[in-house]
């Protein structure tokens, strides 16, 4: 049953597609008939069977419909559909009788994380002219305090990306410091150690940049959000980005530009709340059978949160066409300007998906692949193993990590403050958007540059051999003796790879404590980070024989006479990711 444009345009929705019978349709590289060639649609809303030990296509169908449905807006670390969310996750681990391994006896290991915003009653005059809050400028807040700017000294400090410019940080005690910001720089100041050294004796810093910032840039300026691990933290000088307005009534014609000198004075306050915002990873635990070995643990994970929803809705399936002919990779191909002939495609497929399924706006990003399928898969693993009748030797740990969206901070927590000891752990199979790598999805790039493509048994594998050969040549065993079948695609494991996916995800917060890890993905696709990434896209037959590939996987290391041999250098758990 393969493409045929008829066929496609056939609503044929079965009430459970079973997957053994569904095969991909393949799509011509460049699909460009103007129809959309797509396999016969999957419903948009579904409510499947309960779930049995059994890792099925079916019932990862059922966990995906729910964990990705529209109710849970996205799931974005900090709201109340994060806690949604991890409910569900908590509620299936209980029922599966798994130990909680996270805080105070329970599932969940919350996170320090802290929601900034700024009051509406903050004001800023210079002279006369009152500035306004959101268009004049904007407030990074990063603490619940005030701060009066009547009489404070306000200087310029240099320009933002060259500190060679910049005042000392002796000059800038006390002082509103003013940055210029070159159109090439980022309107951001780094926030790296050094920077942050250099200015935090400032008691603001102010950017000229606002003018240059999307929409998207603002709401993450205004609502910013930070895990604060450390309970001995100091408080940062609060970052304002103001636009040229501001910068012109600041330099009031002033023409001495050099670092240090002095600009008008400001009068008002800025008043700046924090606010403890949900943020938890969902931690359980199937203890190993043999009395020496089940102190040590085979981790299993994936992310449980995704980015959330917007309020200016867009047409889904033109996002989708477009996407298709245009961004392949979706949030991870460039954004461009169709060509003409691309256009006239783009209208042609959204025509036909209008034909198929009528108009439908959408502004919510559910996540489904990413990583709704890993979070699932686990799961249906966990469920598999919780039901077996035999238990691994070895206890597995199950981690839901939140925030990965935002900088893996939940894995990054995680094995920071880890709820079994850190060496206790011998590897971690890893997770991240498992349901698709068919042959029309644009996976990725090889490091040379040229597109990947998926195709039956597709599987990334990354960061497999690269700190144990073992656990690396231990897959491929593992695939070839449990027929698997699956194909591993290495490409986008390569050292220097630009698309960079082994720092991409949670598993490295474990590698760079030394621990032997394998990221498991079936690559992009044109949905990735776009509002269609959604339940009905998923190849539920292919996912399920990735996770019975991940159960197979983890038993055979669970079950080793010995650790998996770590025989490569172990990073430094507090530098930077490298590839
Ligand atoms: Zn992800």
């Known amino acids: 049953m393969r493409s045929s444009l008829a066929v496609a345009l056939v609503i044929a929705i079965a009430p459970i597609v079973s997957a053994q019978n569904r095969r991909e349709p393949t799509v011509p590289r460049g699909a460009t008939t103007g129809v959309v060639a797509t396999r016969a649609e999957l419903p948009r809303t579904y409510t499947g069977k309960p779930t049995t030990e059994a890792i099925t296509a079916a019932d990862l169908m059922t966990r995906l419909y729910i964990f990705a449905d529209d109710s849970m807006m996205g799931r974005e670390v900090g709201t109340k559909y994060h806690l949604m969310a991890t409910s569900y996750i908590e509620r299936e681990v209980r029922r599966l009788g798994l130990v909680p391994a996270g805080d105070n006896g329970g599932y969940f290991q919350d996170l320090p994380l802290f929601d900034y915003s700024t009051d509406s009653a903050s004001s800023i005059a210079i002279g006369a002219q009152h500035l306004s809050l959101g268009s004049d400028y904007l407030v990074m807040a990063n603490a619940e305090r005030r701060i009066t700017l009547d009489g404070v000294p306000v200087v310029f400090g240099g320009t933002s990306n060259d500190t060679t410019t910049w005042m000392s940080p002796e000059q800038m005690a006390g002082k509103i410091v003013v940055f210029a910001t070159p159109s090439t720089s980022s309107p951001m100041l780094s926030n790296n150690s050094a920077i942050r050294a250099r200015v935090a004796r400032a008691s603001v810093v102010m950017l000229v940049s606002l003018d240059r910032m999307n929409a998207g840039f603002r709401g993450f300026v205004a609502r910013s959000q930070q895990l604060l691990s450390d309970t001995t933290r100091t408080i940062a000088p609060p970052r304002v980005f103001v636009n040229e307005r501001v910068a012109a009534l600041l330099f009031g014609g002033a023409t001495d530009k050099r670092a240090g000198a002095v600009l008008s004075g400001m009068s008002g306050s800025l008043l700046m709340h924090e606010r403890r915002a949900p943020a938890r990873n969902v931690v359980a635990i199937l203890p190993g059978s043999d009395p020496a070995l089940k102190g040590q643990y085979v981790a299993i994970g994936a992310h449980n949160d995704h980015v959330g929803f917007n309020t200016t809705p867009v047409d889904h399936d033109s996002i989708r066409a477009f996407n298709m002919v245009a961004r392949p990779q979706g949030a991870d191909s460039p954004p ?82 880890p709820t079994v000891s850190r060496d206790s752990i011998v590897a971690q199979l890893n997770m991240d958007m498992v349901g698709r790598g068919g042959a029309g999805d644009a996976t990725g790039e090889s490091k040379a540059g040229e597109r990947l493509h998926g195709g039956p048994g597709y599987l990334q594998l990354v960061g497999s051999r690269r700190l ?112």
């Open 468 to 579: 144990s050969t073992e656990l690396g040549d231990l897959m491929e065993a593992v695939n070839t003796r449990g027929k698997h079948g699956l194909n591993f695609d290495y490409g986008m494991d390569a050292n220097g790879h630009p698309q960079v996916i082994y720092c991409r995800s949670d598993h490295y917060e474990y590698a760079r404590y030394g621990i032997p890890i394998v990221f498991m993905t079936t690559g992009g696709h044109s949905d990735y980070h776009q509002v269609t990434d959604e339940p009905q896209y998923i190849d539920y037959g292919h996912m399920a024989g990735v996770a019975r590939f991940v159960r197979d996987a983890a038993l055979t290391v669970a079950n080793l006479d010995h650790r998996v041999v770590v025989d490569h250098a172990k990073p430094d758990p507090k530098g930077a990711c490298v590839q």
């Open 336 to 417: 461009t300007a169709p060509t003409a002939a691309q256009v006239a495609r783009i209208r042609a497929m959204t025509d036909s998906l209008h034909k198929l399924h009528g108009a439908r706006p959408d502004s919510i990003f559910n996540g489904a692949d990413d990583d709704g399928t890993g979070t699932v898969s686990v799961l249906e693993i966990a469920e598999s193993f919780a039901k077996a009748a035999v238990r691994p030797k070895r206890s597995l740990l199950f981690v839901w990590h939140a925030g990965e969206e935002k900088g893996l901070w939940g894995s990054a927590f995680y094995t920071d403050h």
